[in-house]
């Protein structure tokens, strides 16, 4: 767009192949760019022809999106299927401009059918062109004059077009890539697929003048056609759906009914003054922004969730309104809570809300197909999103096209592609390699992948975010289905619809929910105890003081490395705190230089201060540090003189004032007023500095809240009942940081004893049995964890084990399964209960088929105990190390009962000099140690300057190391690829957070067996 501005134009058409996904990123570029925008889209027909189809008004605009829905709706997914029939009832408000076939033997039939459709007419301004295009190739002029004279003699103008595929010459080559990744071909093998002169780019008017000369009408025509293709965007108008539950209603009024009669069972004493004031506040300005049915919408899919027993919570800004909370949409109050309704909605910005409600992630699927159900496909979809190039990407596929080898773009996207932008870090990585890097086609693979970082690659799906419309979606926005059956999406994605003012709802998925309901459901089974996140204890001492310890492994939100390093240092004693704690470990708090200032206030290592009462009665609750974005917008407000709107506009300048330089008016704004407040320039600078360094990473106060509830009750749960939570986490799997090993690793260190899976007492999911120190329950392994067995497999062994097994004959004869299921059994030693470890079980399964022979199928019919078909000797098989039955249960469930890798290799570590992680809290501060463990993640979080952060595993337990950038360089490969890493380094001890300061790593991989089972869960 910035191209064509520069080079004179006034208006442009831009079109997509069969969509229009791209067309409001368009429409954005073209309004600052300031030039006109002719939306449309380029339509591929079934018998080969193609036309451009640009909608001459609203109308056309419906109808052009109602083309693209039928189009690829119609077919399997990824395939567009459109005949000439289907563009009647469209066609009376489309511009079409014919684009000639290569073979012109096929154009009068081409042309006939354009003409045929309805819209040009005796009397009416022409409506149907045919293009004519410089395509560089022989005979070029004599083309163009046979098209100009045919479309003479049939009546139809003529119009020059560009045909432009990109903007700058110098893209050339890399359209000839782009091409080739689209072909599934490399660069060498296009052929002519590729357009050998590099002449598609945009050209100047006066260049396209010069090359067009002999064909003035069809120049004249294009400024004739950019006036009569009146459409904007803009023109677009979004109608939300109506709800309303009685008959003469409106929205306005049920929304306010439905909070009444709410109000006594969020409030049984009486609802307090400020609530009912707040209340009456937020549904005036609900009211006159028309947002209810909006309210309405989110609170019917909510009630209808919770009538489905699914757990379900809003968060985010919602949780700032009172409406959400006494409907039950929300869980935090924010009235007692202090938090600004504004920062959810503002009169001033007149944005549409955005209500975020996290569902259990295995079951929010029925809410989907429930609201397709209930509105209809034709007014319901979810959004796209937009998947774009990343270097590892990039990477791959620029190298397969130029012919690289599959090893050698393996390399480059694991070991190069985090350097990608930075060209000389790039060298020196693949000098490390070993690289040739005067290989042309090695070069060209860096510089084109550089290009092509950001590309859109495909369209996507939103996890939850629906539209929902009174009228017919497909009038103002294509849809298209999905791989996954029963789902449908718009083409735009949701920054797209925020720049129209359509309004999403969010039905999200939290797989923590879904954690905690099946947690209350062992409760109420197991113990007989009815909970749910409403009845959960509140500050619970002891709950707090596990927190304190960071002993919260497979919690939600506070169980990541950063978390638990930070936790001992908080030391959470209340609710508040909690949420500090979920808030504070975020890139806006410690990139605006708020996180050691809060923590040293603290732990009373500094004075708090504040400049006024007004300050304080806004910041004191987090020892005077903004923390929080509703915190950041109250200082704008009453220390600066800003509107509650403007104090939104001013967070949402700092998310993006980087590129597009919009905060320095708020900064002069804000600045000047805390001066004429009488606030001291250096605080006025500090306090600007801090809100900018957070404007988009910072949490709403209500969101970590939201958070923190759930933190808390996980928590609480893991803490009271860690075998009610270690089952529901392993039952919840996969999810969060860490792997089923892990958790039952922890489980053990908290005295749960967790039992194997046994074909005679395993359920699907695991479950929990009556303990041996009766204190906790046993969790009993389920058949969820034996690798590739399947569901109903699982089903079937289940519902025919009435009596018990009594060998592996009577499960094949009984439960019906094939074979494969029986050796996925055996390797993971389920068959132990009759007397039959793993090799044994292999070896008898072995004389097994997947049905019994017909005559002693049919001898054994009436009798109790069929006979073996086959009777072997007895044979003794030996007896498989402990070192090596470890390893197999990874290979087949992951986690092992029996023992820990590392712990056979101890003995040789130990004449190393290598300590134990376990060991680590009675060792003295600055002490240089080594280390040796399994690699269970790695991190590099874009707040800690390249700084990369490992967490590794022994027998005794885990050890957090800290990698700087230059041992990152220095030892690259083996921080990357081992599976068992020993590390130097130096011991740090700060209170109860202990590190390891790394100064040297070794590659020990080779002393695991079955090293490549155990994967570390890198950069999540």
Known sequence: ??????????????????????????????????????????????????????????????????????????????????????????????????????????????????????????????????????????????????LSAF??????????????????????????????????????????????????????????????????????????????????????????????????ESAQDTLTRLVQTALPRRYPA??????????????????????????????????????????CQGRGSAANSAVCYVLGITSIDPVRSGLLFERFISAERQEPPDIDVDFESDRREEVIQWIYRHYGRHRAALCATVQRYQPKGALREVGKVLGLPEDLTGQLSKH???????????????????????????????????????????????????????????????????????????????????????????????????????GFELLHTVYQTRMDLAAIPAEDPQTYRMIQKADTLGTFQIESRAQMSMLPRMKPRTFYDLVIQVAIVRP??????????????????????YPSETLRGILGKTLGVPLFQEQAMQVAIHCAGFTPGEADQLRRAMATFKMTGGVSPFRDKLVNGMLANGYEQEFAEQTFAQLEGFGSYGFPESHAASF?????????????????????????????????????????????????????????????????????AAVRLGFRMVKGLANGHGAALIAARMPDYESIDDVWRRADVPVSALECLAEADAFRVFGQMRRAALWSIKGLADT?????????????FPLPEVIEPEI???????????????????????????????????????????????????RRIQLTGLVLMRQRPGTANGTMFVTIEDETGTANLIVWKDVQEKYRRPLLASRLLACQGRLQKEGDVIHVVVLSLEDRTLLLQGSELLKARDFR
Request: aromatic share 6%; glycine share 8%.
């Open 416 to 518: 190069i592609a985090s350097s990608l932008a930075d060209p000389d870090l790039c060298k020196a990585r693949a000098a490390d390699l070993g690289l040739n890097l005067k290989d042309r086609r090695l070069s060209l693979t860096f510089h084109l992948a550089r290009l092509l970082l950001g590309f859109p690659r495909q369209l996507g799906t939103h996890p939850g975010g629906f539209v929902l419309t009174e009228d017919r979606l497909n009038e103002l926005v294509p849809l298209m289905p999905t791989a996954m059956d029963g789902r449908q999406i718009i083409v735009w994605d949701k920054d797209d619809i925020d720049v129209l003012r359509f309004m999403k709802v969010d039905v999200l998925g939290l797989g923590m929910l879904g954690c905690l309901r099946r």
């Open 270 to 311: 009486g609802a307090p003054p400020d609530v009912e004031t707040q209340i009456a506040h937020e549904l005036r300005l609900i009211g006159s922004l028309a947002y209810a049915p909006y309210f309405l919408t989110v609170n019917t899919i909510v009630r209808h969730a919770r009538s489905l027993g699914i757990v």
């Open 876 to 926: 003794t098989l030996p007896l498989m190390s402990e070192r090596a039955s470890v390893h197999e249960d990874y290979r087949a469930t992951g986690l092992s009962l029996d023992g820990h890798p590392v712990a056979f290799l101890r003995e040789g570590l130990w004449e190393e000099g290598i300590v134990r992680c376990g060991d680590l809290p009675y060792l003295r501060d600055g």
């Open 151 to 248: 479309s003479a003699a049939q009546g139809l103008a003529c119009v020059a077009t560009g045909d432009v595929l990109y903007h700058d010459a110098r893209r050339h080559i890399l359209q000839d890539v782009v091409t080739a990744i689209r072909e599934g071909c490399t660069v060498d093998n296009l052929g002519n697929r590729r357009h050998v002169h590099a002449d598609r780019h945009l050209k100047a008017p006066e260049e396209q003048a010069r090359l067009f000369a002999a064909f003035p009408d069809a120049l004249a025509n294009t400024r004739r056609i950019a006036e009569a293709c009146a459409f904007s965007l803009d023109d677009l108008t979004y109608q939300y759906p109506t709800e309303t539950e009685r008959t003469g």
């Open 1 to 146: 767009m910035f191209q064509a501005k520069a080079l004179g134009y006034g208006a442009i058409g831009l079109t997509d192949w069969n969509s229009v996904a791209g067309v409001i990123r368009a429409h954005l570029a073209a309004r600052e760019a300031g030039l006109r925008l002719l939306p449309g889209c380029r339509l591929t027909l079934r018998d080969g022809s193609a036309l451009l189809a640009y909608p001459r008004n609203r109308a056309g605009w419906a109808g052009l999106c109602q083309l693209l829905t039928l189009g690829h709706h119609r077919s399997e997914r990824d395939v567009f299927l459109l005949g000439w029939e289907d563009l009647v009832a469209a066609a009376p408000d489309l511009l079409m401009i014919l684009l000639p076939p290569e073979d012109l033997v096929e154009l009068p039939g081409h042309v006939e059918s354009l003409l045929d459709l309805p819209g040009q007419r005796a009397g009416e301004e022409e409506s149907r062109f045919l293009a004519l295009t410089m395509l560089r190739q022989p005979g070029d002029l004599a083309r163009l004059h046979a």
């Open 852 to 864: 019994a022979l017909p005559l002693f199928e049919a001898a054994d019919r009436g009798r109790n």
């Open 708 to 776: 923190a509830l759930i933190a808390y009750a996980s928590a609480w749960m893991k803490c009271h009942y860690p075998d009610v939570f270690c089952a529901a986490l392993l039952n919840s799997q996969p999810m969060g940081f860490y792997a089923p090993s892990q958790i039952v690793q922890d489980a053990q260190r908290h005295g749960v004893e967790v039992r194997p899976i046994c074909v005679n007492a395993s359920r699907w999911d695991c479950t929990l049995e009556r303990g041996r120190n009766g204190w906790h």
């Open 588 to 609: 806006g708090p410690i990139q605006g230089d708020m996180v050691h200032p809060y923590l040293r206030r603290r732990e009373k290592l500094e004075p708090v201060t």
